[in-house]
């Protein structure tokens, strides 16, 4: 990383922050699925927003190591995974590989994704939405890129809010002087902190605030889905008991809206 070059902006520093986390994303909770239940508890997900795949176009923005395009591409979806972080994009092509699946992946922006105007039926993605610099643009960017009468699926939540749970860590680590168990090192969650501070959604992001920005980009039939606990609780049971809790309390949500046509 050289931060100290001028022209090194925050989205040279966030791609290069997932490049690096890139090798061993996949080992987390959260990340990669590691139990049926929480498998099946996304295929429902999916399916309740944007229904069977039946071969339709999807996009799958910043895909990392292609969860989320895995899924999508069980429930029969074609799928296309779009990341500009290499390093994500190897470990995705070497998943899919292994899989033996036809995932098509692309480097790029989901900011500004290059892809045809008018080509896809849906867009999904995970924990994307947070890290937007300017997320206006972005949802934009997404409704042109879908046909009319398609569908966006953000998976994200309101990390910024504290809770109890939180606030629990904070006291275990005063007592103890050990920190509430991470899965990343303490110089990666300080680089993470000086991201978030510098992004739109710097402190608080509450559905309602993206709620306002897809219906000012021109979305329509905007839901907000926070039963998403069949998800959470299978996270939460491959956690450490602090960090399953706060997975169990955290302000997570879906959010689909279509473009009208």
């Not at 591409?73 to 779009?82: A, I, Q």
């Not at 939405?129 to 997320?135: G, I, M």
């Not at 959604?201 to 559905?207: I, K, R, V």
């Not at 920005?213 to 839901?223: E, P, S, T, Y």
């Amino acid at each position: 990383m050289n931060s100290m070059n001028t022209n090194y902006s925050i989205r040279d520093e966030i791609r290069d922050f997932w490049s690096e986390r890139a090798a061993t994303f996949d080992q987390s909770v959260g990340h990669e699925i590691f139990s049926e239940g929480e498998r099946k508890g996304w295929q429902r997900l999916i399916r309740k927003h944007l229904g069977a795949g039946q071969g339709r176009a999807a996009l799958d923005l910043a895909c990392g190591t292609a969860v989320i395009s895995h899924l999508m591409n069980d429930v029969g979806f074609k799928v296309t995974g779009l990341d500009w972080s290499d390093a994500m994009l190897a470990q995705a092509r070497a998943k899919a590989k292994k899989r033996g699946t036809d995932i098509r992946f692309v480097s790029g922006d989901a900011e500004n994704t290059m892809e045809p105007r008018g080509s896809y039926d849906v867009i999904t993605n995970r924990h994307l939405v947070w890290t937007l610099v300017d997320p206006a643009s972005a949802f934009k960017e997404w409704f042109a890129v879908l046909k009319p009468g398609g569908r966006v699926l953000i998976v994200d939540g309101n990390m910024g809010r504290e809770t109890w749970v939180k606030g629990l860590q904070k006291l275990w680590t005063k007592l103890t002087g050990k920190p509430a168990a991470s899965h990343m090192s303490p110089e990666m969650m300080a680089r993470h902190q000086k991201i978030r501070s510098r992004v739109h959604f710097s402190h608080e992001m509450p559905a309602e605030a993206i709620v306002e920005l897809l219906r000012k980009a021109g979305f329509v039939d905007i839901v907000v889905d926070r039963k998403l606990g069949d998800i959470h609780w299978a996270q939460a049971r491959k956690m450490p008991f602090l960090r399953g809790l706060e997975r169990m309390v955290q302000e997570r949500f879906a959010i689909c809206a279509r473009k009208p046509g």
